[in-house]
């Protein structure tokens, strides 16, 4: 088992920066490969990005290729979603997973934090 924690969302203005965290508990974080998903006001829940368990790939979603940046520090049990440049249409609900990465860039989350409130104004 994973438990997961989020902080670090909130309300900013459009063009503006946040960075999410996520803590897990348990020994075998860096055995898991971790993610960030978002769901937006009556919209399905979709992948944002994912890291491999050493941190040495990364992969995004093309709604936030190259403003937002996952990464993760093993030795304290945290995954990072640094975010630039936020358009409105970036707020949502965004929930931290660890799951499983496979060599085609395909992510499958097992485990999933309760989420955090991102709004950005325009």
């Known amino acids: 088992q994973v438990q997961l924690v989020e902080s670090g969302g909130g309300l900013v203005q459009a063009g503006g920066s946040l960075t999410l965290s996520c803590v897990a508990s348990?020994?075998?974080?860096?055995?898991?490969?971790m993610g960030w998903f978002r769901q937006a006001p009556g919209k399905e829940r979709e992948f944002v990005a994912a890291i491999s368990w050493s941190g040495g790939s990364t992969y995004y979603a093309d709604s936030v290729k190259g403003r937002f940046t996952i990464s993760r520090d093993n030795a304290k049990n945290t995954v990072y979603l640094q975010m630039n440049s936020l358009k409105p249409e970036d707020t949502a609900v965004y929930y931290c997973?660890?799951?499983?990465?496979?060599?085609?860039?395909?992510?499958?989350?097992?485990?999933w934090g309760q989420g955090t409130q991102v709004t950005v104004s325009s």
């Open positions: 348990g020994r075998t974080f860096s055995s898991y490969a």
């Open positions: 997973n660890a799951g499983r990465l496979f060599v085609s860039g395909s992510y499958y989350p097992d485990y």
